[in-house]
Structure formats: structure tokens, C-alpha cells
């Protein structure tokens, strides 16, 4: 079965400590996205890959990090510096080259910070 | 700033009522519209996308949309919805050269009563 794989689904951790969401893809996509998404404010970009070993920041990037080390992985990071990380997170990939396909979205993980 | 409008954050109907969505969009060139649904417990599925052509698009499930380029709007439309229908819709659009840079409306929560 081809599609996105986030872990995982729930995510609790402590104020001050960095976490990291896993997303991987087996699409064979070579764009893909990290969004958060909060109750009456849509999907907001955090980051996104078009390729391996690079990466721009999208609107909301501050506080977050990514890498993508591999086509098929696009981790994304929450520091501690991000000020307000409870959220649900999803993470989308798309075929790269023309501007018309569809992004495909993972299951998310949503993240309690207290 | 671009954006996409999504006017109605909660709409609630009976079964077999019919629906249409609005959605506005503040692009001035071409677009690509999408229209996406997040069903209770799932990830985000693509319900129809229009690039070009005839500006009526089907989707799946019986879901139609219109773009009317005049009008920067590509609403969301069911003759007949059901109970399985409730979710949340989100629009979205992406400048026409440019997949990376996806903008969602607010979305919709759509309640459909037995």
C-alpha cells in the first residue's frame, strides 16, 4: 500500500524539551511538507523539501527544524523555542516537475505540550 | 497578502439537504484549486481539483465545484448530502507555477443530522 506514515499518532511531552515527528513516504515523491494545523486557522506551512538535503521554511518555520537526509523521510523537530507547540501536525508529499498535482497527506500526530 | 476565504465554519444539515461550500480566493493569476476532506478520525483526502478547462469540476462521492474566475471563487456543491458527509472541508489553492506554495482556508465543519 503506497501513502504517508506519521508516528506516532499522539505525543506528550514536557515544556522545554525538543521533540521530533516522524514522516515517511513511500510515493515516491520528491516534494514534501510539514503543516500545523490549529482549530479555525486552516493549514499552515512550517516547512517544505523539494529535494534531498534541502529545505525552505514555509509561513510559520520559527521554533521548528527539519532535514531530509533521505527521499522517502522528512522529520521535523519541535524546540523548545517554538512558543506555542500543541497542534496537530501533518505531513504531505507530492510528485515534483509541474505545478498540478495534488498533495497527499499523512494520518498526523498530534502533540500535547504541558 | 494571498489568502482563501472560507465563509461558513459550521454549517449543520439534514439528510438529503443540499450543500454548497463557499470558498474565495485572493490570487490575482492562475490558480489551481483543490478542495480537500478530513472525515472524523482520517487523514485529509482530496475531494476534486480544478487547473484548467471546464470550470464545472465532479468529484468523488457526488461533490461538483465551480470555479468562476470573475467572481475568485470555487464553491463547494452536493444536490443530496448524507449522514457520511460530515467532516471538515478545506479549500485550497497554489499559484500556477508554484505546488509548494499551498494556501487552506479556515474549513468547514459540516454536521449532517440523520
Known amino acids: 500500500d503506497g501513502g504517508i506514515t506519521q508516528s506516532p499518532k499522539y505525543l506528550f511531552r514536557k515544556e522545554g524539551q525538543n521533540v521530533t515527528l516522524s514522516c515517511e513516504q513511500n510515493l515516491n515523491h520528491d516534494a514534501m511538507y510539514w503543516y500545523r494545523q490549529d482549530p479555525g486557522q486552516g493549514l499552515r506551512l512550517i516547512y517544505y523539501s523539494q529535494i534531498v538535503n534541502d529545505f525552505q521554511k514555509g509561513d510559520i518555520a520559527e521554533g521548528y527544524s527539519v532535514s531530509r537526509e533521505k527521499k522517502e523521510s522528512f522529520p521535523l523537530t519541535v524546540t523548545s523555542a517554538q512558543k506555542n507547540p500543541t497542534a496537530f501536525y501533518l505531513c504531505?508529499?507530492?510528485?515534483?516537475?509541474?505545478?498540478?498535482?495534488?498533495?497527499?497527506f499523512g494520518p498526523g500526530t498530534r502533540l500535547t505540550v504541558t | 497578502a494571498q489568502s482563501v476565504s472560507q465563509h461558513n465554519h459550521h454549517v449543520i444539515l439534514s439528510e438529503a439537504a443540499s450543500l454548497e461550500l463557499g470558498c474565495n480566493y485572493s490570487y490575482g493569476g492562475t490558480v489551481n484549486l483543490f478542495w480537500y476532506v478530513q472525515y472524523p478520525g482520517q487523514h485529509l483526502q482530496l475531494l476534486l481539483k480544478y487547473f484548467s478547462g471546464d470550470p464545472l469540476v465532479k468529484g468523488i462521492k457526488g461533490f461538483e465545484a465551480e470555479f468562476i474566475k470573475s467572481k475568485f471563487s470555487f464553491n463547494l456543491r452536493k444536490p443530496s448530502v448524507q449522514w457520511s458527509d460530515t467532516a471538515e472541508y478545506f479549500c485550497a489553492v497554489t499559484p500556477g507555477a508554484n505546488n509548494n506554495d499551498m494556501r487552506f482556508g479556515a474549513g468547514t465543519r459540516l454536521t449532517v443530522k440523520p
Open positions: 504531505a508529499s507530492s510528485a515534483q516537475g509541474l505545478p498540478r498535482y495534488e498533495q497527499y
